[in-house]
């Protein structure tokens, strides 16, 4: 229905509220993005409410051509109005969407048992922060990546971020990881591991 306009029985049964399920969505597709289709919509329910109107008045024939239609169309611009101001709401009150390209962060805590594994998507970078003490790091750490093999997947440099220890990763594919955080020095020496999920 995007490629044409909505006829003018569908248009009408739309206002009445009588146009089938398995239609309306397909009808208010085309409504968002045709104003032509909208100034349709606003007669057409202009009409209805001056039809309906008009039905509950004794001397409803006595009306003048021109002020029905007059009404028509100030109805059906409060009706637009309306129907404009619900869908900013609805717009402003979704869940707020992560920025593109700006890495979420990731709680990495040192627990036991099952449920222990951070989890991450897939295919989408991460700010890891890890509940490791920055005095029981140093000043230089490293922070490496390994598949449940143990085969080296990646390695990121550890920065000190908020009094936390940090690193941010790349994408990883689906898998179970182990996150190995090293104090560097004479001897690499491992200070805390981590299992992470990416699904």
């Known amino acids: 229905m995007s490629q044409q306009h909505i006829s003018d029985e569908a248009l009408e049964r739309y206002s009445m509220g009588t146009l089938g399920v398995d239609s309306v969505g397909e009808v208010e597709e085309h409504l968002l993005g045709c104003p032509s289709c909208q100034d349709r919509l606003v007669e057409a329910d202009e009409f209805l409410a001056l039809f309906r109107t008009a039905a509950a008045q004794e001397d409803a024939r006595e009306m003048?051509?021109?002020r029905g239609i007059w009404m028509q169309r100030k109805i059906a611009?409060?009706?637009?109005?309306?129907a404009a101001a619900v869908v900013l709401i609805f717009l402003n009150?979704?869940?707020?969407?992560?920025?593109?390209?700006?890495?979420?962060t990731v709680m990495m805590e040192s627990m036991r048992g099952p449920?222990?594994?951070?989890?991450?998507?897939?295919g989408r970078p991460y700010l890891l922060?890890?509940?490791?003490?920055?005095?029981?790091v140093g000043a230089d750490s490293e922070v490496e990546v390994v598949d449940s093999a143990g085969n080296p997947v990646l390695t990121a440099r550890g920065e000190q971020r908020n009094?936390?220890?940090?690193?941010?990763?790349?994408k990883l594919?689906?898998?179970?990881?182990?996150?190995?955080?090293?104090?560097?020095?004479?001897d690499r020496e491992i200070v805390a591991e981590y299992a992470l999920e990416a699904q």
Do not use: M, N
Request: proline share 10%.
């Open 64 to 66: 003048p051509w021109w």
């Open 77 to 82: 611009l409060a009706a637009v109005t309306a």
């Open 93 to 104: 009150v979704r869940a707020p969407q992560p920025i593109p390209g700006a890495p979420a």
């Open 115 to 122: 449920e222990s594994s951070a989890h991450i998507t897939s």
């Open 129 to 136: 922060k890890f509940d490791v003490a920055p005095s029981e």
């Open 163 to 170: 009094g936390r220890l940090t690193a941010s990763i790349t």
């Open 173 to 186: 594919a689906r898998g179970s990881y182990w996150v190995r955080v090293y104090r560097k020095g004479g």
